[in-house]
């Protein structure tokens, strides 16, 4: 009679917490980096894959990286704001303010961006909500500045 060895599969070791560069990257998102961002920032062991996995893994984390992707939304409604008062979204500085159409342009561009990309992580930044009603009624509310 021949005994086989067991052994054990390589692979990942079951953790009971992410790695401490987790909390590197949920402050990170806090500051409006995206996850892209801070992958190119902090490198190996942070791509959005890992991220999104750690969320799945483990509930404190995703806890904390939600209300990070909060935080991020507020950054970019302030970015808009800032680029809408003609400030500059990082510093809060004034910048030269030019009055060519493709400055304006662009300007629109990135206020416009951010704003959706706001309404996205949050719902409270929705522009329209569709409701349903009992009856075949349909109410759609709109919120927001309308264009």
């Not at 004034?94 to 060519?100: E, F, H, I, S």
Request: hydrophobic share 40%; aromatic share 6%; charged share 30%.
């Amino acid at each position: 009679m021949t005994t086989r060895k067991t052994t054990k599969k390589a692979g990942r070791a079951k953790a009971d917490a992410p790695p401490p560069i987790a909390e590197k990257v949920i402050d990170l998102l806090c500051e409006g980096l995206s996850l892209s961002a801070i992958h190119k920032r902090l490198g190996k062991g942070t791509a959005p894959a890992t991220v999104i996995d750690w969320t799945r893994r483990f509930p404190d984390f995703s806890e904390r990286y939600t209300r990070a992707r909060e935080a991020r939304a507020w950054v970019l409604v302030d970015e808009a704001c800032a680029i809408a008062d003609g400030l500059d979204p990082k510093t809060g500085k004034p910048r030269v303010a030019v009055d060519d159409a493709a400055a304006v342009n662009r300007d629109r561009l990135r206020v416009e961006t951010r704003k959706w990309f706001a309404s996205r992580m949050l719902p409270q930044f929705n522009e329209k909500q569709q409701h349903e009603l009992g009856g075949g009624i349909t109410v759609q509310v709109i919120t927001g500045v309308p264009k």
